[in-house]
Nanobody
Framework: QVHLVESGGGLVQPGGSLSLSCTASGINFSMFDMAWYRQRAGLQRELVAGISRTNSLNYAESGRGRVTISRDNAKNTVYLQMHSLEPEDTAVYYC???????????WGQGTQVTVSS
């Protein structure tokens, strides 16, 4: 059974930083493309950043320069470091593991990030 468990969310002040982690089990982690998505209240889920199994990076324009995605295959974990956070970054952040050619896509349960003073 596949599990993706996000952690690291919480309340942070505007301008602050936060690091999220997502640890996977039940998959061959190194073979999956990993990504972080977020869903703001009343809006659709949107990509924040992605890292392929070959470490190619993809950042959404909204986070470019403020977020960094990385992965540690030995720990089955993908990370998202966020800086200069703004209230507009308030959302539930989700981890996704995808292997397109196999039609596989798995989601974590999400972690809440709230940016507020």
């Amino acid at each position: 059974q596949v599990h993706l468990v996000e952690s690291g969310g919480g309340l942070v002040q505007p301008g602050g930083s936060l690091s999220l982690s997502c640890t996977a089990s039940g998959i061959n982690f190194s073979m999956f493309d990993m990504a972080w998505y977020r869903q703001r209240a009343g809006l659709q889920r949107e990509l924040v950043a992605g890292i392929s199994r070959t470490n190619s990076l993809n950042y959404a324009e909204s986070g470019r320069g403020r977020v960094t995605i990385s992965r540690d295959n030995a720990k089955n974990t993908v990370y998202l470091q966020m800086h200069s956070l703004e209230p507009e970054d308030t959302a539930v952040y989700y981890c996704n593991a995808k292997r397109v050619l196999w039609g596989q896509s798995h989601w974590g349960q999400g972690t809440q990030v709230t940016v507020s003073s």
